[in-house]
């Protein structure tokens, strides 16, 4: 899923500093599973600022609203005709989901409430963790089904750096080192062999170095 | 050649290569690079330029790098892919390539969290191994990385990586060397190195899957330039193992800059042993300076000279510098051959001065001898006027008065020529000696008198050569004939020979005056004159000659040098002790007699004299013992059993035209191998060397060997004492023959071959019985029990049980022991301590001492006093260590045997052989006290692993039997010549063949 966060609220005051009537608008979405963006976020976000701007001597009048999700174009009906009662939209989706308003309601005055972070999986209660980048060239069969695109600090193709030092990254004690782990997962696999190969150098086109990337499936285009 | 760059020629050269590090600044001073170049110039093969390391933003390693080579100093440029994509990279090499650069190291880079610029996105487009196949197929396959072709000028780079054999997982390093080395790396250089046990690990798998021969490593060290510095890579540095040792050395240290170099050297030597390693990778990043010193302290300088470092680019300043440096060397030159010119010429006016010096002093010396002879001329004729009258009043009626008037006259109506005046110049001398020494009496007076007419008779009836009239001068006149007056002639011959034996009697040469007055005596018995003088000269020589003995006693020869003259004769007395106890020793009753009894004329008081002097006179004389082979049943399966025989055997066979003394001949082609008496050189080296000085030949050494006794009593050996390089008999002496001691082990071998077992078959699992059947049997005069059962490694028997095995056989046998550990230090103090405690007063001699365990077998070495053997391993310097750290202990080196570590022939007997050498003169010649140590050789065990003596009798090797006792007398020969003095030995046929030599070699 993708995982996001919220910005600092004195950031966002300052965003809707000349703005006196503003819709917070969540997503059912990812940022809801992640607890960034979901019903309650949007009511304790909509509090937050209501009292900012209280103490800055600026009431502010606040709607706020939940949307199944802002990536898909019939969610996002509603908004074409209700966002342009409010000065600003701000929306507790993530990139996407600013970027889809932006995109399909010109009218809008679409702001970001979250900062999107990575594709991520929720270690436990409360914390989160990369596990992939997007890169749109897989390599997991090739090492253990951990990616080292996204968990090696310098996303290596060949086997840890010099820096790997009891399972740990030279970057951070806290980070493991997955090429550690993918060497330890192979060697038990007997699949050894797998890290005498040289992996040759990457095409990161699919991973965004190409251009904005789309994709079009044929059978399912209306 | 890849790149044909000065580091793949020293590379392939086989040479060790050295490579070093230099940072380029964080700014664009020129001059910071140029200046760590110059440092490092002529003590590396080439230099590493960072790529901006730790992520700090630098001068670039291209640029820095391309001014190194215009200091004529060769880069190898460092290149990451954190900052630069495929396009930047490849574009780069291009340029690098283009510029002159040859070698280029590929890493992936330290992530830009590290540095100055954290918020930098790291590129990563690839990494290190990627990145040297990139390179690679530039070079080789003439591609870009697209696939595109290079058209021409692809760049030719020799490659290298980087590896860290530190970081985890550890089993996975060397694999990752092997993808960089498939990649296309041509050398590695690795991480810092101060664990150098886990290098050496790494170093081990890297043999095992062969890459040592694919790729250079290089390891790389760095010195610590402080305790902090230490501290912080250890702690902050990831995947760098600072060892504890090295903070330690560092925090103990007065001065750890020089520590740090130290520490750096150290490993150098340490990793340069490890095979496999092609050279170091000095890192001194920020302390360019430290590098020529830890280059050249460790043995590395100077480097070979740096070959095709040309810079394509050079800066105008460059150039001037080259000029100028140029300009420099010619000014030096011409300075040098000017100031040459300069001290010849001043040389050569010196000699001139001096010369003119020399001809003024001559002058006037001559000048000033003129005028004395012109004196004494003066002072001669008035003495002449004054004895002719004297003569004309006395002897008017006598012929020869006359005569010498005759001559008085002539001689007053010519000039003196020079010779007379000399002539005359010695008369008076000789006149002025002889009136003062005895006084005027009428006697003498006469005898002058006499002499002086005759001898000036003489020379003018002869007018021939001036003879200088002098008491030596006098004697012939014997030779000299007057035809006309023989009574004559014989009476003045007598007078001359009178007052010669006068003069010598009044010189204090009373010999010489007995022998002259006993001369005028037989020509003429009834001199009165002659018969005194005999008499007096003959007391003065009673009263002299007492006291010429206490000064010189007969028999001695000089003094030498450097020892006072008590000193000298207690050494000549104890030399000829041992001369007497080796002529017991050979059977030489006669010899020892002398020699005993000179030793007691000179120091009545020695005991050890006396002792030998009572053994020769009760004709005790040591046999020689000839071990016997025991004998081998027909059929060659069966073990066989040797009978052991009470009295050795010997009979005459002729070999090789040789006098042979054989051992009862063996149905295994052994018959040759007989004992020989080595054939003897009748003639004595003097001789032989015909009309050649004995100093020519000759070189006699200032040190001696000390002399190390072995046990107490009747059977005790005393090794050492030699004052002569080995068996130099014609320079100096070897008081005591080099011994040979039976080795016993206190548990049964299970890996000796047959040839060597069948010989103790019957005693093989009884140490004692053992022991016994060495002595009795083979004549052993020592044995030394090898406690090999202790080896912790091995059957590892308790100490406790061992010592009692070893007292069983030191109480069962009465000759010297020598007790040799297994070598593991802290087991052998552990046995021979408790041995110690067991057989008390038993003056057994203790080994091996290594320098792990000497204090505390020193200390119960010192407590019993008992003699040790100082082991270390084959070096000159480490042997001496140990004999001063056992002097430092308190122990004398009167107890020391020092083993140097034995190889068989084939097995590094060569270092051996050089070692002992060198100890030997340096103890001799240069009176390198440390080393006046006999030495043991322990080469039995040696000989009798090795696979020649191990492989079995075939057509192609020959006997077995004879191979071994071959190889085991062969090396025990090479060791005696090198100066071995104790050979611990197997094969009993091996130790006849040594005794042989040390007899013949003894004389």
Redesign the interface.
Known sequence: MIIAEQKPLDEILEMISGVEKLLVLGCRGCVAVCSTGGDKEVGVLASALRLGRKKAGKPIEIDEATYVRQCDPEYLEPLKEDGEKYDAVLSMACGVGVNFIADRCPDVNVLPALNTTFYGANLSSGEWAEMCAGCGACVLHLTGGLCPVARCAKSLSNGPCGGSVGGRCEINPDVPCIWHQICEKLTGRKQDQLLREIVPIRDWRPSGHGGPRRRIREDLLP | MISGSNLEQVLTSGQFTVTGELGPPQNGNFDVVRDKARILKGHVDAVNITDCQTAIVRMSSLTAGLVALAEGVEPVMQMT??DRN?IGIQSDILGASALGIKNLLCL????Q??GNHPQAK?V???????LL??VKAMRDDKKF?CGDEIKSHEPRLLLGA???P????FE?RP??V??KV??GASFIQT?IIYNVEKFARFMEIVRDLGLHEKVYILAGVTPPKSVGMARYMKKFV??LDVTDEVIERLKGAKDPKEEGINICVDIIKQVREIPGVAGVHVMAIGWEQAVPEIVSLAGLSPRPGAQAVEPRLRSSESTELIVSEAKKDAKAEIEKALEQAKAEAQASRDLVVKEKERVTSEISGLKRQAEKDKAIAGQKETEIERLNAELAKTRAGQGHAQALKELAEKRESRALSSRERSALASLRSGLEALSKGLGINEDQLEALRRFFEAEFLLRLDTAEQVTVPSEEAAVPIEEMEKPDAEAETRHKEVINLVAKGNVLLHKNDAAGAIDAFEKALAIEPEEQKASEGLKKARKAYEIARPAEEAAAPEGIPPCPEGLSPEEWQRKWVIRLVARGNVCLHKGDADGALEAFKLALELDPGDEKAKAGLLRAESGEVAPVPVPAEPEVPEKAEVPPTPKPRAAPVTEEVKAEAKKVVPVPAAPTGMEDLSVAELPKEARSLSERAGSIAEDQFTEACTGVIREVSLDEGEKALTVGGASTLPFHLFEGDMPYVPRVAYDVLDSEPEDWPDVLSKYYSDVLSDPVAWARKCIDDYGAEAICLSLVSTDPNGMNRPSSEAAKVAQSVIEGVDVPMILWGCGNAEKDTETLREVTNLVGNRKVCLGPLSDANYRSLGATAMAFQLPVVASTPIDVNLAKQLNILLENLGLSLDQVLMDTSIGAVGYGMEYSYSVMERIRLAALTQQDEKLQVPFICNLGREVWKTKECRLPSDDHLGDQERRGVLMEAVTASTLLLAGGELMVMMHPKAVALAEALIKGMMG
């Open positions: 892919c954190r495929r992936t880079g330290d992530h969290k590290f790291g990563f487009d690839m990494d290190s191994i990627q196949g990139m990385q980087a590896a860290n530190f970081a985890d997982p996975y694999i990752r092997a993808k498939d990649a991480q990831p995947g």
